[in-house]
């Protein structure tokens, strides 16, 4: 399994910005897909962004689409989720998984309780 810890989720203003962090334990860029899901009190797990083929190739939900971008280090074994334009529906746990199936990240189309690499999570609260 591959040990995942995310950072820098905290309070912002609508309109502000973040910038998530996923350190991984093991890091294949070139093969691997990762990703960053939401969720919700009392909502289901959704698929934010993700990220493929050493960076190159990238989804984003239409919710955050133009918003969001998500990018990865691999000398670090770090993926980032830079948040611009925050939005109060954007308030939620973020948490990243890796080693995800590449059609899964390719249609945006998740099978959440399938994947088995997870964070602990980050909480992001957009309010004034």
């Known amino acids: 399994e591959v040990q995942l810890v995310e950072s820098g989720g905290d309070l912002v203003q609508p309109g502000g910005s973040l910038r998530l962090s996923c350190a991984a334990s093991e890091f294949h860029s070139t093969s691997d897909c990762m990703a960053w899901f939401h969720q919700a009190p009392g909502k289901e797990r959704e698929g934010v962004a993700a990220?493929?083929?050493?960076?190159?190739?990238?989804y984003y939900a239409d919710s955050v689409k133009g918003r969001f971008t998500i990018s990865q280090d691999a000398a670090k074994n770090t993926m980032y989720l830079e948040m611009d334009g925050l939005k109060p529906e954007d308030s939620a746990m973020y948490y990243c998984?890796?080693?995800?199936?590449?059609?899964?990240?390719?249609?945006?189309?998740?099978?959440?309780?399938?994947?088995?690499?997870w964070g602990q999570g980050t909480r992001v609260t957009v309010a004034a």
């Open positions: 990220i493929w083929r050493g960076g190159s190739r990238t």
């Open positions: 998984s890796a080693d995800l199936p590449l059609d899964d990240c390719k249609k945006g189309s998740w099978f959440i309780d399938e994947y088995k690499n």
